[in-house]
């Protein structure tokens, strides 16, 4: 629940499918929010000096959503927040397409970017993801920095 006593039905979502940041951007839409954080974050490349071809992100979906949930009450106490929406990509990725979209609405700009950062923090040390990545010398594992284990 917000602060004015009102549901809202945010959004937790793991696809397969292209993340389309414009379709995010609506589900947040409310004349009673001024203000919309976002943030999209996409395979890059060069990486550490090397063209990256792809990289492939597996995950645990059922602990993904339920992480994001908890996250998503955890961030929600914090701030004063309309709807929002958290969309992770997993499957073959080519450099510029999006992995992770956090978009957040809230009636102050402050709440908002705040909460977007934190949301994206959290998700990155929390979500059980794994990212393979492939350059023109083969792949390996991106050793990440969740609390779940050495190479989320």
Known sequence: MSHDGSVHR????VTF??????ELLAEVDDPACGARSSFLGSVRSPNRGTVVRHIDYEGYEAMMIAEMRRLVTEVRSMHELGRLVIAHRLGRLAPGEVSLAVVVAS???GDALAACE????????????WKYEVDAAGGAFVEGRAEAGPTL
């Open 10 to 13: 945010d959004v937790v979502l």
């Open 118 to 129: 934190e949301l994206v923090e959290g998700l990155k040390a929390r979500l059980p993801v």
């Open 107 to 109: 009636p102050h700009r």
């Open 17 to 22: 499918d292209p993340i389309d940041a414009g």
